[in-house]
């Protein structure tokens, strides 16, 4: 066996299918043999596999052991000269391994190499190379001076930056995204490093390859597609954490002890540095709009009792000061609390989410209202007017932070998008039935078959209109059956500074993947089941069942005695109200599903389970019921199912 590519999973079926299809095609010509080491995922990915991929030799862990325990599994069994560590999140041109493979040929000091890495917008990434990470390299990496100086041989020795990135060079450490050695190599380096769950593991292995006498390579001649998944991640403590120990592991096993004192104190001082830094990122994004409705709807509201005691009471100290100071403060709150829960404060923002949940509010304050003694009943007028302002408020600062072009706020942001379809009848068709499927609305649409990465002036012609401006491209998607992955490479680079986004249309998938998923969730375009769980329905979900466990409580003088199971009543109000069960879940909660089904979103188990929409049927079609909740969720089908059980609770 010639080469033997490893891939460890973890819920990114999408991107692992589109991976192994630019495996294969990379692969044709050479002896080669594929494992994937899935590290418990719940998004369908061995199912995927079982069915598409049968030729892949696949390790289903029944936990997540970690990155380099899940590699070491397949590594241990794997045949190949060469090994190759592969990301899930890559696409690989189809001349990069036989490149490497020809470079290891003609480099015998050569142990491990990597490959040029670009992202999806046709950015280089410079973790492509790295250098030892010595106390004097770390520090300017945490510190924030290698950004300055990214090109300076001692300061910029992280990513290594004094050297070209487009030559090839010796390097110290190879990343874990893309990492190919021979098998020799690792009978002499050993395996990686089972300390590490995550990180880490690919500067200690590279490190221990050097170590045993090789050398390690940086080869640009070849290029890879890193979508990098992580970066999601990059801004939680958990990854602070994970990454700065997997420093603290690597210094205690190759500094000295007063070197790896050094190293550990100021991992430690860079883990509080940035878990502070993060933790006041994080309140200030969570609160900044919320707190900008608040002080606006909160001065309206103010400023309408001021008019309001002045020309109607004709008194400008009408109203107590509890009444400033503590009733309308609170009926901010409320009418903010009920546009949270109709999904007010989701993203990508929806207008009429705040609209409905802030008349919801005001409705409710008026009912509030109307209970209170007379001495507590400051003025009805005021509640309309302020709520009304502050639907008004916040509509208008969420069309301001449109104007500004914030990340979430923009007002239909599938409006007017302007795409460019490459790939031939075939496959365009295939993407307008995508459009059609996931509801993407475009202002319009151009194909074609192909485009000239050589060709700068085709290029530009293609993407924009001398006559009308509105049809230039603002998004081109490619269809990677027809497009080699080494020319999307080449365009996305020459247009990296165009404005535009990128997806690719992976062959035989229905979804469209974008170029900056990490960033935003509509770029992943899927037609999978989700509506159940997102989060304006599953908080919607969750407020029915308290609300509905709490009037079952309180009405349970009525109900209790008409009820066929007396015993579980009040059990399985108060199991709802906690949140240990949901009044209505999936038939087959439990259930094993054949391993050609997609796995449905979790819920918590129902009082009541979907086929109860249809008690009087004997044999339904649990699993049609099922997929129907998941991908249609209404509250009034929770509701429904209630009423129709409402004396079987």
């Excluded at 192994?20 to 990915?45: K, Q």
């Excluded at 045949?79 to 490149?99: A, C, E, I, K, Y």
């Excluded at 046709?122 to 973790?127: F, N, P, T, V």
């Excluded at 475009?442 to 293609?462: I, R």
Aim: charged share 20%.
């Amino acid at each position: 066996m010639t080469l033997s590519v490893i891939i460890v999973n973890y819920n990114v079926k999408y991107f692992l299918e589109q991976c192994l299809l630019s495996v294969f095609h990379a692969a044709e010509g050479i002896d080669t043999e594929v494992w994937v080491v899935d590290n418990n995922s719940v998004d369908g990915s061995v199912q995927m596999l079982r069915e598409k991929f049968p030729q892949v030799h696949l390790i289903a862990n029944s936990d997540n052991p970690g990155f380099a325990k899940a590699n070491n599994q397949a590594l241990r069994q794997c045949t190949g000269d060469f090994l190759l560590l592969l990301n899930p999140d890559t696409l690989v041109q189809r001349d990069t391994f036989s490149t490497c493979i020809d470079f290891f040929e003609k480099h015998p000091d050569c142990g491990g190499l990597s490959v040029k890495m670009v992202n999806g917008e046709g950015i280089y990434l410079k973790e492509s190379k790295r250098g030892f990470p010595s106390p004097a390299t770390s520090f300017y990496k945490i510190s924030g001076l290698i950004k300055l100086f990214p090109h300076h041989r001692k300061v910029g020795a992280y990513y290594m930056g004094h050297l070209d990135d487009d030559a090839v060079n010796e390097v110290d450490i190879l990343p874990g995204a893309y990492l190919m050695f021979r098998r020799e190599t690792m009978q002499k380096a050993g395996l990686l490093d089972e300390s590490y769950f995550m990180y880490g593991e690919d500067i200690d292995f590279s490190w221990s390859i050097k170590l045993a006498g090789y050398k390690n390579y940086y080869l640009p001649t070849t290029r890879i597609l890193h979508y990098k998944g992580e970066s999601t991640r990059k801004a939680s403590m958990n990854y602070v954490y994970t990454f700065y120990n997997a420093m603290a592991i690597f210094a205690r096993k190759n500094f000295s002890n007063s070197g790896a004192k050094t190293y550990t104190l100021l991992i430690q001082c860079a883990i509080w540095l940035r878990a502070s830094i993060d933790f006041f990122k994080r309140i200030l994004h969570w609160l900044a709009v919320p707190l900008a409705d608040f002080t606006f709807s909160l001065a309206g509201f103010l400023a309408i009792k001021q008019i309001w005691s002045t020309f109607w009471a004709e008194n400008v100290n009408y109203y107590p000061d509890i009444y400033t100071y503590l009733v309308i403060p609170v009926y901010v709150l409320i009418l903010l609390l009920t546009a949270w829960l109709a999904g007010g404060y989701d993203k990508p923002v929806r207008i009429g989410r705040i609209v409905k949940g802030m008349t919801v509010g005001a409705m409710c304050l008026l009912v509030f209202y109307s209970l209170l003694s007379e001495e507590l009943r400051f003025s009805r007028a005021i509640v309309l007017l302020g709520s009304l302002w502050s639907i008004l408020a916040t509509i208008g600062i969420r069309m301001l932070l449109s104007l500004m072009h914030v990340d979430g706020y923009r007002l239909r942001p599938d409006k007017g998008r302007r795409y460019l379809i490459v790939g031939d009848n075939d496959e365009r068709q295939r993407v307008y039935a995508l459009f059609s499927q996931l509801g993407i609305e475009s202002a319009y649409v151009k194909t074609m078959k192909s485009l000239d990465a050589d060709n700068p002036d085709a290029l530009h012609d293609a993407i924009t209109d001398n006559d009308d401006p509105h049809k230039n491209v603002n998004e081109i998607i490619f269809c990677s059956k027809n497009i080699e992955i080494s020319t999307i490479l080449d365009i996305t680079e020459q247009l990296r500074d165009k404005g535009i986004a990128f997806r690719i249309a992976p062959e035989g998938m229905d979804v469209l993947i974008g170029s900056n998923y990490t960033n935003s969730p509509d770029d992943l375009y899927t037609p999978d089941f989700g509506n159940i769980d997102n989060a304006t329905n599953r908080r919607s979900k969750r407020l029915f069942d308290i609300i509905a466990a709490s009037a079952l409580i309180v009405l349970s003088p009525i109900l209790f005695w008409p009820q066929k199971r007396k015993r579980r009543y009040f059990a399985d109000c108060i199991a709802v109200l906690v949140g240990r069960k949901s009044w209505v879940g999936y038939s087959r909660p439990g259930e094993a599903r054949s391993e050609n089904d997609e796995p449905l979103p979790n819920i918590r188990r129902g009082v009541f389970r979907t086929r109860d929409l249809m008690p009087r049927v004997k044999n339904p079609d649990c699993k049609r019921l099922d997929n129907s909740y998941a991908t249609d969720y209404r509250v009034a089908t929770d509701m429904n199912i209630l009423f129709i059980n409402l004396l079987n609770i």
